[in-house]
């Protein structure tokens, strides 16, 4: 059974800073890690979710929404199984749950957030004004 965990979310002032990971376990995913694109969604109040990340399976081509463009850095450490996602220069229009997404067919699929094989179950950032 493939887990994926998120972490890092929680409350900031806006114009600050957080680092949120998601680890992967599970034989389906444990051992193939890099062979999975990887990417970031997030899902305001009473919003529909959204993309807005995405990283290749060596790491070598990263996407982005244009709303977090030079501000939100993807990346991921395939000896951990891990993901990252630095966001800096919080705003309050951040404040979303952000989960994290892997596909095997490859980082098209992230973008497009359909048919994902694996998602998070999100971790909540709060930007306060």
């Known amino acids: 059974q493939v887990q994926m965990v998120e972490s890092g979310g929680g409350l900031v002032q806006a114009g600050g800073s957080l680092r949120l990971s998601c680890t992967a376990s599970?034989?389906?995913?444990?051992?193939?890690?890099?062979?999975?694109?990887m990417g970031w969604f997030r899902q305001a109040p009473g919003k529909a979710r959204e993309f807005v990340a995405a990283?290749?399976?060596?790491?070598?081509?990263?996407y982005y929404a244009d709303s977090v463009k030079g501000r939100f850095t993807i990346s991921r450490n395939n000896t951990k199984n891990t993901l990252y996602l630095q966001i800096n220069n919080l705003k309050p229009e951040d404040t979303a749950v952000y989960y994290c997404?892997?596909?095997?067919?490859?980082?098209?699929?992230?973008?497009?957030?359909?048919?994902?094989?694996?998602w998070g179950k999100g971790t909540l950032v709060t930007v306060s004004s």
């Open positions: 997404a892997a596909d095997g067919s490859g980082v098209r699929t992230v973008i497009s957030g359909t048919g994902v094989d694996f």
């Open positions: 599970g034989r389906t995913i444990m051992n193939y890690f890099s062979s999975y694109a």
């Open positions: 990283i290749t399976r060596g790491g070598g081509n990263t």
